[in-house]
């Protein structure tokens, strides 16, 4: 346990509906990032905030993505309209400053049917 | 995309020393290059990290050559716990401090 909690864990949906995912970061973390991870690939960035800002967004992250940081705490990540290529491991890490050790949760596993 | 290249796999003996190489021959002066492991259905997990100097932690030993164009973690006694895909990645703190993870090497340690 690295301190880094996801939920769900798991989420089956069908096609066109949409999907919520929290992570609660290590508390004295200020970023917190977001990544995709499909079979057999690496993770794949998709965002970051420092606080509350979001600082950069991947070109992955089309605009049926939105992610929120509101409070400089925890972290959403909304995707509407799922389509069956959105099925994918979501994984959230959380660093303080830019350090380079990041601290990953467990992971959303996504499957739209 | 990613700026190292991987073997795609290797096999290691328990106990014995597991040596994976990672070849980075791009990277620029301020990048840093960090090892990351996964180990199936886990997120991924920091190993260590160095820019110049080799660096040793509880973990493991990352050796980097002298031109920097080339790297080998080393993980001293292997046991089956550290089957998993390990990850080497340059970055530095320009880039925000995201990571661009490549294909990685999936070391399988065997009894």
């Known amino acids: 346990d690295t301190g880094v909690s996801q939920n769900p864990r798991h989420k089956i949906t069908k096609r066109g509906q949409n999907v919520t995912f929290r992570c609660d970061p290590i508390?004295?973390?200020?970023?917190l990032y977001w990544y995709r991870q499909t079979l057999g690939q690496g993770p794949e960035f998709l965002t970051y905030f420092q606080n509350e800002a979001q600082l950069e967004k991947s070109r992955l992250l089309s605009d049926r993505f939105s992610a929120e940081r509101p409070k400089g705490s925890f972290s959403t990540l909304e995707i509407q309209r799922t389509e069956q290529g959105d099925s994918a491991m979501y994984l959230c890490?959380?660093?303080?400053?830019?350090?380079?050790?990041?601290?990953f949760g467990p992971g959303t596993r996504l499957t739209v049917l | 995309d990613a700026k190292t290249t991987q073997p795609p796999s290797m096999d290691c003996a328990e106990g014995r020393a597991a040596n994976l190489p990672c070849n980075h021959s791009t990277i620029s002066g301020n990048e840093y290059v960090y090892w990351y492991r996964q180990i199936h259905s886990q997120g991924p997990q920091y190993i260590i990290h160095?820019?110049?100097n080799n660096e040793t932690n509880e973990m493991a030993s990352l050796i980097i050559t002298e031109d920097r164009k080339s790297s080998t973690l080393i993980l001293p006694h292997a046991t089956l716990r550290d089957t998993a895909v390990y990850y080497c990645?340059?970055?530095?703190?320009?880039?925000?401090?995201?990571?661009?993870f490549g294909q990685g090497t999936e070391l399988s340690v065997k009894p």
């Open positions: 890490a959380s660093s303080l400053n830019r350090v380079a050790e990041q601290f």
């Open positions: 160095g820019l110049k």
């Open positions: 508390s004295e973390h200020n970023r």
């Open positions: 990645i340059v970055s530095d703190n320009n880039q925000g401090g995201k990571l661009i």
